[in-house]
């Protein structure tokens, strides 16, 4: 692309986004394999309103796949960025505890649709954070809070709760409920619960099990968490879906998809392998030993990759690229703090 039609795309791009009647540089950038575009411009306008950032990555995608229709740019496949910088959780050895976690939170409240303090924390636990509502009263006026803190890979709490005062009202309680209700009239607009219902019991006919269950939903870029107690009965299940940028708890769904009803999927799967593998050992043992072998092969640790292991070597695609937009963001926030520090010195 010359650079008369790299300015055509990025100006296409600035009217989409809402930035169209601001000022704006363009600067084409070459410092890593691919030349890219970097946009500069003011979030207010000419009156001095704020101009609206709601879901400003989520709509940011979108409008980069209709440009690239629009300009018949070769898109980016799933899994293209792979070689780029390594996906990784949280790093709590790392330090700067606060930065990284002020970076998955924001990130996360601009990335994702969901409609309960619940739903958001699965999420963030999904990178080793986790979160806790606070509510009491303090002078006779009712107060409500959120405590952010890092958890380690068994979802032990490591260091300092971090209040979300330090991160700033963009991801306090407040801006939370607005973001569900957000989330909510996003939700029913797009449909979302309407067209992931049938993949789902799609899903759950073919599955005879929690792994195989996992599996066959991460082909479609859902991800599932299931909340077992000690038991291993699960009390809870949530779907993260990814393409859709929506975290949904199954009993949103619908009774059919609430954690009951994967109890008994389960527990009547694995009472029908028993009794196959019981009547085949009495009748015809070297068949019953070919059939475990075959189940084993097929559900193995080793064939089945985590749906949230986010670490380095993930094959989580969507995953991958959400976690390497939010380390993208954040440089770039460093790098606009540092020229804002240089100025004050100026």
Not at 173 to 191: D, F, I, N, P, Q
Not at 219 to 236: D, P, S
Request: proline share 2%; net charge positive; with cysteine.
């Amino acid at each position: 692309l010359d650079n008369e039609q790299l300015a055509e795309i990025a100006q296409a791009y600035m009217q989409k986004l809402g930035y169209g009647d601001q000022p704006y540089i363009v600067f084409k950038h070459s410092d890593i394999k691919r030349e890219h575009l970097h946009i500069v411009s003011l979030r207010v306008d000419e009156n001095g309103k704020k101009i609206n950032d709601s879901y400003e990555v989520a709509r940011s995608m979108e409008i980069c796949k209709e440009l690239e229709q629009e300009f018949n740019l070769i898109p980016l496949m799933k899994g293209q960025r792979q070689d780029e910088t390594p996906v990784k959780k949280i790093d709590y050895k790392a330090g700067n505890i606060k930065h990284q976690v002020g970076n998955i939170t924001k990130s996360i409240m601009n990335y994702f649709y969901f409609q309960s303090f619940g739903e958001y924390r699965t999420l963030l636990e999904q990178f080793n954070v986790t979160a806790e509502e606070i509510k009491g009263e303090h002078n006779g006026k009712p107060y409500n809070g959120i405590l952010y803190c890092v958890t380690g890979e068994k979802g032990n709490k490591l260091g300092r709760p971090l209040k979300s005062s330090l991160f700033g009202k963009e991801v306090g309680g407040e801006a939370l409920r607005k973001h569900y209700e957000l989330s909510k009239a996003a939700v029913e607009k797009k449909k979302i619960r309407e067209n992931l219902r049938p993949v789902i019991a799609q899903a759950m006919q073919k599955a005879s099990s929690k792994e195989g269950f996992k599996h066959l939903m991460r082909e479609k870029g859902i991800g599932v968490v299931f909340r077992e107690n000690e038991e291993h009965r699960i009390y809870g299940v949530t779907f993260i879906d990814y393409q859709n940028r929506t975290v949904l708890n199954g009993s949103r769904l619908g009774k059919e998809f609430s954690a009951n009803m994967f109890n008994e999927l389960f527990d009547n799967n694995s009472k029908q392998r028993n009794e196959i593998e019981h009547r085949a050992t009495d009748n015809q043992p070297r068949k019953a030993e070919r059939i475990r072998q075959n189940e084993s092969s097929e559900l193995s640790p080793g064939s089945i990759f985590s749906l949230f292991d986010v670490g380095q070597g993930s094959d989580d695609y969507e995953a991958e690229n959400f976690v390497k937009e939010m380390e993208y963001n954040a440089e770039l926030r460093r790098r606009k703090a540092k020229l804002k520090k240089k100025g004050r010195k100026l």
